[in-house]
């Protein structure tokens, strides 16, 4: 491996007793640019692994400092933070089906969504069940421990097979503080839900059960939000629906068959498959 040429040489091209040499220089460079090609590490072992790829010799004080260079001179990411385990940080996988948290369950983390979908719900005092909203991948849930919430107001659920990194308390509140980007990214998050919490409001109390269906039919496949809008939104049943609207499993099922027969939606594989949402749908909320 070529080594660059090398700079004045900052505090890691010193070796352990203070002092300089070709060959010191040489090998904090040759740390440098393992970092260039592997911005990941940040730990011993990745370090290691990455520096034996490259053939480059890793003494412990090396070794060390190449953990550190990693950490404190490569900008933060908030894609790789939440992509990623470290301090505070686990990923945890769920089947389809597999409860994340429970309503009562004490509140010291936060959750992020790498992949799959995620059900909130919240039960009353007398038993009755309803669904609060369906979560899809780039989506944080359980925030409210941030905000001083002991226990789980609601719980989580996978609707299917998930990727979710759990991070606790401690390690949120601390990139919060420490990285504006990330900072900026989670507040650009909860404003956005929070607009559609309004606007679920105002659905709620404005429009026909049959407007709310398709709305959340359109939100579910995505249709307005950046990217493409997904063909097939995996099976969610009619009792899910109906919670999620406020209304009976009877009406949404009247109001399914009819946007079936409109050709606005179709079910992909049978009735058991996937549901196929054509942006046709959106007559529905926009006639007046």
């Given at each position: 491996?070529?080594?660059?040429?090398?700079?004045?040489?900052g505090?890691?091209?010193y070796?352990?007793?203070?002092?300089?040499?070709n060959?010191?220089?040489?090998?904090r460079l040759?740390?440098?640019t393992?970092?260039?090609?592997?911005?990941?590490?940040?730990?011993?072992?990745?370090?290691?692994?990455?520096a034996?790829?490259?053939?480059v010799?890793?003494?412990?004080?090396?070794?060390?400092t190449?953990?550190?260079?990693?950490?404190?001179?490569?900008?933060?990411?908030?894609?790789?933070f939440l992509?990623?385990?470290?301090?505070g940080r686990?990923?945890?996988?769920?089947?389809?089906?597999?409860t994340?948290?429970t309503?009562?369950d004490?509140?010291?983390?936060?959750?992020y969504?790498?992949?799959?979908?995620?059900r909130?719900t919240?039960?009353?005092k007398?038993?009755?069940e309803a669904?609060?909203?369906?979560l899809?991948?780039?989506s944080?849930?359980?925030?409210?421990?941030?905000?001083g919430?002991?226990m789980?107001?609601?719980?989580a659920?996978?609707m299917?097979?998930c990727?979710?990194?759990r991070?606790?308390?401690g390690?949120?509140m601390?990139?919060?503080?420490?990285?504006?980007?990330f900072?900026?990214?989670?507040v650009?998050?909860?404003?956005?839900?929070?607009?559609?919490y309004e606007?679920?409001?105002?659905?709620q109390?404005?429009?026909?059960?049959?407007?709310?269906?398709?709305?959340?039919?359109?939100?579910?496949?995505?249709f307005?939000?950046?990217?493409?809008?997904?063909?097939v939104?995996?099976?969610?049943?009619?009792?899910?629906?109906?919670?999620?609207i406020?209304?009976?499993?009877?009406r949404?099922?009247f109001?399914?068959?009819?946007?079936?027969?409109?050709?606005?939606?179709?079910?992909?594989g049978g009735?058991?498959?996937?549901l196929?949402?054509h942006?046709?749908?959106?007559?529905?909320?926009?006639?007046?």
């Amino acid at each position: 491996m070529t080594t660059p040429q090398a700079p004045c040489p900052g505090w890691w091209a010193y070796d352990s007793a203070g002092q300089t040499s070709n060959e010191v220089i040489d090998m904090r460079l040759a740390a440098l640019t393992i970092l260039k090609e592997k911005p990941m590490a940040t730990s011993r072992r990745k370090a290691t692994r990455y520096a034996e790829q490259f053939d480059v010799p890793l003494d412990g004080p090396l070794l060390m400092t190449l953990v550190r260079v990693s950490k404190k001179h490569l900008p933060f990411n908030p894609k790789t933070f939440l992509a990623t385990i470290g301090e505070g940080r686990t990923m945890l996988t769920f089947a389809k089906g597999r409860t994340v948290y429970t309503q009562g369950d004490p509140a010291d983390a936060v959750f992020y969504v790498q992949k799959g979908k995620v059900r909130l719900t919240v039960v009353s005092k007398a038993g009755k069940e309803a669904t609060i909203a369906i979560l899809t991948e780039s989506s944080f849930f359980g925030e409210g421990a941030l905000a001083g919430q002991l226990m789980r107001m609601g719980s989580a659920e996978s609707m299917s097979d998930c990727e979710i990194l759990r991070v606790e308390k401690g390690a949120m509140m601390s990139a919060l503080h420490r990285e504006r980007t990330f900072s900026d990214l989670f507040v650009a998050y909860l404003l956005a839900r929070n607009i559609r919490y309004e606007e679920d409001l105002v659905d709620q109390l404005f429009n026909s059960s049959e407007k709310r269906l398709a709305r959340v039919l359109l939100l579910l496949a995505h249709f307005g939000k950046e990217g493409v809008p997904e063909a097939v939104v995996p099976k969610i049943s009619q009792e899910t629906l109906a919670e999620m609207i406020g209304t009976t499993r009877s009406r949404v099922s009247f109001f399914m068959n009819r946007f079936r027969k409109l050709g606005f939606i179709n079910y992909s594989g049978g009735i058991d498959g996937g549901l196929q949402v054509h942006s046709s749908l959106l007559n529905v909320v926009l006639h007046d």
